[in-house]
């Protein structure tokens, strides 16, 4: 299912989530239409993006540690820069409005930076570059499950040649996509194949730390949570 809105409206402009998008679709088009060969994309990419064996290497952390949050604004497709962008636009200007634009900054960053290290630790041995925004908008949405348990998610539903929309309560959308991580994480190790290009482990520690992270970074502390 593919989300296409929520029903939850926004007291204050998200601007720290138009930032971010406005960001990655600029950092994206500079590197896959600024630079001048693909070699020069994979040196970006491979410079700037979180790789497991270099992160975990003795000292590597320290070395490294920039690429916990440059990983976070590269992209390696339309598909993949504008999936991530999609999630992030529906769920993020709510627990920004929530936080706090510069609390929903920090937040944002950390889940990121911890769902890579997750990455790393699954995939200790990893020489590729993992890139994208998702880990962090995973940190979102185990956010918007703990804040807006009771918000309905618009989605697209796909069964084969039929499409349609159906409405889908927050708190039965977001466990089921935790769970699609979590199983399709487990089944990646079990095959031995880095998970196919997607980074399972990173989406399941983004989430757990989003939940962990709500208390912490919430504004609203004195406001009843469930919407």
Do not use: K
Request: contains cysteine.
């Amino acid at each position: 299912m593919i989300p296409l809105r929520d029903n939850l409206p926004s007291s204050s402009p998200p601007v720290i989530t138009v930032l971010l998008i406005l960001a990655c679709t600029a950092v994206f088009l500079q590197v896959f239409y600024g630079l001048a060969s693909d070699a020069a994309v994979q040196r970006v990419l491979m410079h700037y993006g979180a790789t497991p064996s270099r992160l975990l290497a003795p000292g590597g952390l320290a070395e490294a540690a920039p690429t916990l949050v440059t990983s976070l604004f590269l992209h390696g497709s339309w598909l993949h820069l504008g999936g991530n962008m999609l999630y992030l636009w529906i769920f993020g200007d709510n627990v920004e409005d929530w936080m706090g634009h510069t609390g929903f900054l920090f937040f944002y960053v950390l889940s990121g930076a911890v769902a890579t290290v997750s990455h790393a630790l699954l995939n200790s041995t990893s020489t590729a570059p993992l890139i994208g925004a998702s880990g962090a908008i995973a940190g979102v949405l185990g956010a918007y499950l703990v804040l807006f348990p009771r918000a309905r998610i618009r989605s697209l539903a796909i069964l084969g040649f039929f499409v349609t929309s159906v409405s889908i309560p927050a708190v039965v959308y977001l466990p089921l996509w935790f769970l699609l991580q979590f199983f399709s994480g487990v089944a990646s190790l079990g095959a031995g194949a880095g998970g196919g290009g997607v980074a399972w482990w990173a989406h399941v520690g983004g989430f757990v730390t989003g939940i962990v992270l709500v208390p912490i970074f919430s504004r609203r502390r004195g406001s009843q949570a469930a919407w």
